[in-house]
């Protein structure tokens, strides 16, 4: 403000002719100084009032979002915002019993002490893998999915600091500042025990078809029929498996709205994958103990497993 008025006082008794250009010159506030305060003056204005422009476009597209926003909305976990707590809840309480000890992509038979037989589902030869030899709690829907609509995630948050005062955000970050964040990564329905080798190779990758005819040096199928694609980050589950898969994705996005988790393409795709792919009774019983657990419903099975 400063600098506005002195130069508006500088241009106002130039004109009037109270002073001498020469004398300005000498003093260094001559035409040439003036004219670059100008140009300097004018960049700022244009900077503000591109400034306030996207402030405008920012307010509309919020008044656009709450109108967009379902008339129905369900309850979603608030029961529980620990990630630790919910392994322990999904180990001991949903799969408890030897018979439905079963891994999510492989079908792969497991102990109580979390010991994997590689041989029942077809990946004998990842024996010599530590790490297939681990039972992982796993998201079907990633994290990664619905953590990135938050800010902590994308940018991080004055909180989230270590003690070397370094900064960090992603998942610690939102998991650190964001009660909706942890109350989604705790969410049972979302949860599944996967071989850990497989989980890794899944990755964050989205689910999709791919092309068996396209045979490429960064594809590889593993023996349990599922499918990764390294170059284009995608997944294909095996046929058994794909309409729990769709059912769960749908679940997160039914419950969890305005986090862009299903993209219209794929909505498609996981009708077609629900459609394929009934519901079974193994589902339905995993329903039924989260619903206990958890406290809430999941609007997608209890019309298919309550019927």
């Given at each position: 403000?400063?600098?506005?008025?002195?130069?508006?006082?500088?241009?106002s008794l130039?004109?009037?002719g109270n002073i001498d250009?020469?004398?300005?010159e000498?003093t260094?506030?001559g035409?040439?100084n003036?004219e670059?305060?100008?140009?300097?003056?004018?960049?700022?204005?244009?900077v503000?009032?591109?400034k306030?422009?996207?402030?405008k476009?920012?307010?509309?597209?919020?008044k656009?979002?709450?109108k967009?926003?379902?008339?129905?909305?369900?309850?979603?976990?608030?029961?529980n915002?620990?990630?630790?707590?919910a392994?322990?809840?999904?180990?001991?309480?949903?799969?408890w019993?030897p018979e439905?000890?079963?891994?999510?992509?492989?079908g792969?038979s497991?102990?109580?002490?979390?010991?994997?037989d590689?041989?029942s589902?077809g990946l004998?030869?990842?024996?010599k893998i530590?790490?297939a030899?681990?039972?992982?709690a796993?998201?079907?829907?990633p994290a990664?999915?619905?953590?990135?609509?938050?800010?902590?995630?994308r940018?991080?948050?004055p909180?989230?600091?270590?003690?070397?005062?370094?900064?960090?955000?992603?998942?610690?970050?939102?998991?650190?500042?964001?009660?909706d964040?942890?109350?989604?990564?705790?969410d049972?329905?979302?949860l599944?025990?996967?071989?850990?080798?497989?989980?890794?190779?899944?990755?964050?990758?989205?689910m999709?078809?791919?092309?068996?005819?396209?045979?490429?040096?960064?594809?590889?199928?593993?023996?349990?029929?599922?499918e990764?694609d390294t170059?284009i980050?995608k997944i294909?589950?095996?046929e058994?498996v794909r309409?729990d898969?769709?059912r769960?994705?749908?679940?997160?996005?039914?419950?969890?709205p305005?986090?862009?988790?299903?993209s219209?393409?794929?909505?498609?795709?996981?009708e077609?994958?629900?459609k394929l792919?009934p519901?079974?009774?193994?589902?339905?019983?995993?329903?039924?103990?989260?619903?206990?657990?958890?406290?809430?419903?999941?609007?997608?099975?209890?019309?298919?497993c309550?019927?």
């Open positions: 403000m400063k600098f506005t008025a002195f130069l508006l006082l500088v241009l130039s004109s009037w250009t020469q004398n300005l000498k260094n506030l035409q040439n003036i670059k305060a100008l140009i300097i003056y004018n960049e700022k204005q244009k503000e009032e591109e306030v422009k996207e402030e476009k920012e307010e509309v597209r919020q656009e979002t709450i967009s926003k379902p008339k129905v909305v369900y309850k979603w976990n608030t029961s915002e620990s990630f630790s707590k392994k322990r809840l999904l180990y001991a309480e949903v799969y019993t439905v000890k079963k891994t999510i992509y492989c792969c497991y102990t109580d002490l979390h010991n994997i590689l041989k589902c004998s030869e990842l024996e530590k790490r030899n681990r039972i992982e796993e998201h079907v829907v990664h999915a619905f953590g990135w609509s938050f800010k902590s995630w940018e991080g948050d909180k989230c600091v270590t003690s070397k005062w370094t900064s960090f955000k992603w998942r610690n970050c939102a998991r650190k500042v964001n009660k964040f942890r109350l989604m990564e705790a049972l329905y979302n599944y025990p996967a071989v850990w080798e497989v989980n890794g190779r899944r990755s964050n990758f989205s999709a078809m791919i092309p068996w005819e396209d045979h490429r040096v960064w594809k590889y199928k593993v023996s349990c029929d599922i990764v170059k980050r294909e589950p095996k058994d309409g898969i769709a769960t994705y749908m679940y997160m996005d039914l419950v969890y305005w986090h862009d988790i299903i219209e393409k794929n909505k498609k795709l996981y077609a994958w629900a792919d519901v079974s009774k193994e589902e339905c019983r995993r329903y039924r103990i989260i619903k206990e657990i958890q406290g809430n419903e999941n609007p997608i099975l209890k019309e298919l309550e019927k």
